[in-house]
């Protein structure tokens, strides 16, 4: 069974560009999340999907970053205009929907570098 | 003040050493407790999950938790130098919700 996969693995861009990275889940997993990984910070949660809706958003930093999981199924994350500090590796994770509890599986994560 | 507090670390210990790893946390809603491996470059990969306090078991790994003093730990036996990797306390209020991370303890299990 495939696991979560990220597009790119990496992408360096500039200052005030976009950039759109890509998640997908491992098949049949209605949750969703996308998570953050600053220089020397800890992971933070970003946002959770379940099937295409937004059930909680708490964790987006501001309104340069859009997410949207259409159908469904994979799920995008773009941020325009990129700063500086946008710069980290972004992980996504999805889960079943089961009783007890889910695990979150991750991807490897896309390296954003903002000059 | 942070929700979990980690100690980065890097720890270095023999193969075969005991390795113990702890977080604290602050957020007495924490019901759902994780411990992740993460390898450079990689995802992290969840190890151990618990709910309740009390000690879990899994092969080398037992992971404890004393909600009365919001601590959780991690413990290695027989550690090998495939165990190099950084570890990460999370947890969580309930089922799918976010997870919350420490910052990772890097380990290195020395031949």
């Known amino acids: 069974e495939a696991g979560v996969t990220q597009f790119p693995s990496h992408s360096v861009i500039e200052k005030g560009q976009t950039v759109t990275l890509r998640c997908d889940p491992i098949s049949g997993h209605d949750n969703l999340y996308w998570y953050r990984r600053v220089m020397g910070k800890e992971i933070k949660f970003l946002l959770h999907f379940v099937k295409e809706s937004k059930q909680d958003e708490s964790g987006m930093p501001n309104n340069r970053f859009l997410a949207e999981r259409t159908g469904g199924t994979y799920s995008t994350l773009k941020v325009q205009p990129a700063e500086l500090e946008d710069s980290g590796v972004y992980f996504c994770?999805?889960?079943?929907?089961?009783?007890?509890?889910?695990?979150?599986?991750f991807g490897p994560g896309t390296r954003l570098t903002v000059l | 003040q942070k929700e979990v507090e980690q100690d980065p670390g890097p720890l270095s210990v023999p193969e075969g050493a005991i390795v113990s790893l702890n977080c604290t946390y602050s957020?007495?809603?924490?019901?759902?407790f994780m411990w992740y491996r993460q390898y450079s470059r990689k995802g992290p990969e969840l190890l151990m999950y618990?709910?309740?306090?009390g000690n879990k078991e899994d092969g080398r790994f037992t992971a404890q938790v004393d909600k009365s003093s919001k601590y959780i730990s991690l413990f290695i036996r027989d550690s090998q130098p495939s165990d190099s990797a950084t570890y990460l306390c999370?947890?969580?209020?309930?089922?799918?919700?976010?997870?919350?991370f420490g910052t990772g303890t890097k380990l290195q299990v020395i031949p």
């Open positions: 999370a947890m969580s209020v309930g089922s799918y919700q976010k997870v919350t």
């Open positions: 957020n007495s809603a924490f019901q759902y």
């Open positions: 994770a999805s889960s079943q929907a089961l009783p007890g509890g889910d695990e979150q599986f």
């Open positions: 618990t709910y309740s306090s």
